[in-house]
């Protein structure tokens, strides 16, 4: 082999790799979205979704919905607290294993859901009521007019998904 064939053969390599690190680094788009209401008992939801896109659809979805407690609920309605766990567990049983982990804290009620696979997440679908003592209410429908339903590989840009969900009420960064 000649030394004019070495050089473009070298060259050639060289570039390919260069493409193939460049399309393995490339940097997803990457959105974050959050919505806080506080109910007429004093009780904060707030929901924080980040979501990664990849083209023009959604591949993964990190979602921590948070129940705070007001101060004069906190000490006395520690039974009524394991009851709201136990909804809020029950609530994403549909989720496959290892997706969600629920948590209580002195406060507050925490659950974190993460889901990559062909799953559907309704957001913005829980309160509490004082109904015969505090009981965690969740819209399961996912065909009710004032939930958010999003689903892994829904089709949306960086943009429409942004726009989707601030007509929806959140603030999205």
Not at 30 to 39: D, G, I, L
Not at 68 to 82: A, G, M, R, V
Request: proline share 2%; glycine share 4%; with cysteine.
């Amino acid at each position: 082999m000649g030394r004019g064939r070495v050089f473009p053969i070298i060259l050639s390599i060289i570039f390919i790799v260069i493409i193939i690190y460049f399309f393995a680094n490339v940097n997803q788009p990457y959105v974050v979205c959050s919505k806080t209401k506080t109910n007429d008992l004093g009780f904060t939801i707030t929901e924080e979704i980040k979501t990664t896109l990849d083209g023009n659809s959604i591949e993964k979805m990190d979602i921590t919905k948070t129940i705070t407690f007001p101060e004069n609920y906190i000490s006395d309605h520690n039974l009524e607290f394991t009851n709201m766990r136990k909804t809020l567990k029950h609530a994403y049983d549909y989720l496959p294993k290892g997706t969600k982990k629920i948590t209580q804290e002195a406060d507050r009620l925490i659950a974190h859901i993460t889901i990559e696979d062909n799953e559907t997440i309704i957001l913005d679908n829980m309160d509490v009521v004082s109904d015969n003592g505090l009981n965690l209410k969740i819209n399961a429908n996912t065909k009710a007019e004032d939930v958010v339903t999003l689903k892994i590989k829904d089709k949306y840009t960086e943009g429409e998904f942004m726009t989707h969900m601030k007509k929806n009420g959140y603030t999205c960064n």
